[in-house]
Nanobody
């Protein structure tokens, strides 16, 4: 089983930057994709960005050009660099991973979430 631990959230002013990190731990797994989702108060959870093991990425339209997802496969860690933050980026950000376990089952794991608050 994979455990995900996020870090890097906090309170920032609009226009500033933050970098989120998410480290995966466990044994007998192979991660093939990782992503960041977010959930704002009163809204559904949405995909923010996703990256495959090979480095292919996709972003939701509202963050294109401002957010960059990257990963370190050797460390099983994914990052989300956020610049030019806006108040509407305020949300709990969740790390997510798709992986194969030792029995070659496709599973997913979620982190506990980290709060990002952008003040105007």
């Amino acid at each position: 089983q994979v455990q995900l631990v996020e870090s890097g959230g906090g309170l920032v002013q609009a226009g500033r930057s933050l970098r989120l990190s998410c480290a995966a731990s466990g044994s007998g797994f192979s991660i093939f994709a990782m992503g960041w989702y977010r959930q704002a108060p009163g809204k559904q959870r949405e995909l923010v960005a996703r990256i495959t093991r090979g480095g292919s990425t996709n972003y939701t339209d509202s963050v294109k050009g401002r957010f960059t997802i990257s990963r370190d496969n050797a460390k099983n860690t994914v990052y989300l660099q956020m610049i030019s933050l806006k108040p509407e980026d305020t949300a709990v950000y969740y790390c997510q991973a798709n992986y194969l376990n030792s029995r070659f089952h496709v599973l997913d794991a979620w982190g506990q979430g980290t709060l990002v608050t952008v003040s105007s």
